[in-house]
């Protein structure tokens, strides 16, 4: 893990989530390292249509699993997700909203910053 993580717009890398608890580390940002796999540096605002599209593919992210400290999404939940399954989302559609600032730069090497800022969340109006 880099101390020194930057976001997709070259800033520094800002928490995802603390509740429910995210990121690789499940230190609350999407921070990386060689051994992740599934490059979890996409932090999005998971949807209902994300939720059962990634169900689809196999990948429960709904139903908790404490032995994984893993608690069950719900929509509007952030999250750091897989990049390529950010990207298959985003190929089909359904792709989630994303928090830019959260998103490690890592997340560059298989998606591009115009998508990303395409679907970038963004709170509404109070």
């Known amino acids: 893990m880099e101390p020194t993580a930057r976001n997709v717009l070259g800033g520094p890398l800002r928490a995802c989530s603390y509740d429910p608890l995210t990121g690789y580390f499940r230190d609350g940002c999407c921070h990386t390292a060689a051994h992740d796999v599934g490059s979890h540096v996409i932090c999005a605002k998971v949807t209902a249509e994300f939720l059962a599209f990634s169900l689809q593919r196999g990948n429960d992210l709904v139903t908790p699993r404490p032995e994984w400290r893993f608690p069950g999404l719900k929509p509007g939940d952030r999250w750091?997700?897989?990049?390529?399954?950010?990207?298959?989302?985003?190929?089909?559609?359904?792709?989630?909203?994303?928090?830019?600032?959260?998103?490690?730069?890592?997340?560059?090497?298989?998606?591009?910053?115009?998508?990303?800022?395409?679907?970038a969340w963004t709170p509404s109006p109070t």
């Open 80 to 119: 750091c997700l897989c990049a390529l399954r950010w990207k298959e989302a985003l190929d089909a559609g359904v792709a989630p909203p994303v928090i830019l600032e959260s998103c490690h730069e890592r997340a560059l090497a298989f998606v591009s910053l115009d998508d990303l800022r395409a679907h």
